[in-house]
């Protein structure tokens, strides 16, 4: 199995800016979706943005603009960069893997530990 291990998380206040990355033990060339999902307390999981294996992007509506998905098939890593964070950003973002779309949460199978992002 494909190991995701997340990092960049950490607090900041609001207006400012994050960026996530998400390693892959494996190769990531050619999986289907990757994206980042996040966590918030007393909220259900929910998709934040997806990347297609031809690099077709999709974004919640609420991070349209502010937070950029991609990736690096060389270095099998997957990025989140985070701008203009507000306090309701405020979550445990995970990095998932080969998956079906945004909204298909329970298709990807692989999933990193989580890194916690605050925005206060």
């Known amino acids: 199995d494909v190991q995701l291990v997340e990092s960049g998380g950490g607090s900041v206040q609001a207006g400012g800016s994050l960026r996530l990355s998400c390693a892959s033990s494996g190769s990531i060339y050619g999986t289907l979706c990757m994206g980042w999902f996040r966590h918030a307390p007393g909220k259900e999981r929910e998709g934040v943005a997806v990347?297609?294996?031809?690099?077709?992007?999709n974004y919640a509506d609420s991070v349209k603009g502010p937070f950029t998905i991609s990736k690096d098939n060389a270095k099998n890593t997957l990025y989140l960069q985070m701008n203009s964070l507000k306090s309701e950003d405020t979550a445990m973002y995970y990095c998932a893997a080969n998956g079906l779309g945004l909204r298909y949460i329970r298709s990807f199978g692989w999933w990193g530990q989580g890194t916690q992002v605050t925005v206060s």
């Open positions: 990347i297609d294996s031809d690099g077709t992007t």
